[in-house]
C-alpha cells in the first residue's frame, strides 16, 4: 500500500501497450493478447477504486489504432463491447462512473451503444471516475477544441484567450490534469495521448507488458510517485 495519502495521485493515465509482445512471446495470437489485457484493466480500475484514486485515464484506442489491419479493429472493437457489457453491473456496484474521451462517434454502432448505456447507467456514480479515450488522439482533440472555440467565441474573446479558456473546450474540461502517467512495456513516448493535459504529470515507465500489469504494479508506480517532488517550474 502507498504510505502518504498527502501527495496522493487524485488522477492516473495509463497508457497500455505491449499486448502484442505478450502474446507473441507465448506463441499466442495478438487478440488474446488484448483479451489478457482486459483483465488488467479490469484489476487496475478495481484497485484504483479502493485505493481512492478519483480519476483513471486508459488509453484504450488511439486514431492511430485504426490503421492496423481490420480483423484487429474489429477483435479490439469486439473486446470493447464484450467487457462493457459484462462489466456494467460490476462498474455500478463499485460506484464507478464510466466516461469517454475521443471522436467516439467513429466506434461501431453496437460498441457505441454498449458505451452510451454504461456511461448513462453509472452517471450517478459518486467514486472513481473511469475515462477511457477511444479513438482518441491529442493533436485531434486539440484540433477539436480549436474548432469548438472559434464558434463559440466573439473576435474579442479571441484575443484574451488564455490556456485555461482553451482548455475548457478540450475533452477533458471536467476532469483535472493527470498527476501521474504510467506506460507500460518500456516505450520512452507519448504517442499522441493527452498532449495538453500531461504537461506537468509525474512519468513512471516499466518494462512488463501491459496484461503483467496488476495491482501490485499499479501500487509500486503510486509509491514511485509519491517519493518525487513536483515544482511545477518554480524552485
Ligand atoms: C497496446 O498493445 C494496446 C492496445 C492497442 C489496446 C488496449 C486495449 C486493451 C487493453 C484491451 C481492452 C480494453 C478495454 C478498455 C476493455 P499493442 O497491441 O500495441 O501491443 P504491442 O505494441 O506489443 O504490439
Known sequence: MPESQSVF????????DGNGRWAKER????AQGHRAG??????????????????????AFSSE???RPKPEID???????????????EIIKKN???????????????????????????????????????????REEIVDAAKRLIESSSPEDLANLGTEEFARHLYTSEY??????????????????????????EFYITKKNWPDFRRGDLEEAITEYQRRHRRYGGL
Not at 9 to 16: E, L, S, V
Not at 111 to 123: E, V
Open 176 to 201: 483535472p490534469d493527470p498527476d501521474l502517467m504510467i506506460r507500460t512495456s518500456g516505450e520512452m513516448r507519448l504517442s499522441n495521448f493527452l498532449l495538453w493535459q500531461l504537461s506537468y504529470a
Open 9 to 16: 495521485p487524485r488522477h492516473i493515465a495509463i497508457i497500455m
Open 65 to 67: 489504432n485504426w490503421n
Open 96 to 138: 464507478v462512473r464510466l466516461r469517454a474521451i475521443g471522436r467516439i462517434h467513429l466506434l461501431p454502432d453496437s460498441c457505441r451503444k454498449q458505451l452510451d448505456h454504461a456511461i448513462h447507467a453509472s452517471a450517478e456514480n459518486t467514486g472513481l471516475t473511469l475515462i477511457l479515450a477511444l479513438s482518441y488522439g491529442g
Open 38 to 59: 482486459a483483465e488488467s484493466v479490469r484489476e487496475c480500475v478495481e484497485a484504483c477504486s479502493e485505493l481512492g484514486v478519483e480519476f483513471l485515464t486508459l488509453y
Open 75 to 89: 477483435a479490439l472493437m469486439k473486446l470493447l463491447e464484450r467487457f462493457l457489457k459484462d462489466k456494467t453491473g
Open 27 to 30: 506463441g499466442l495470437p495478438r
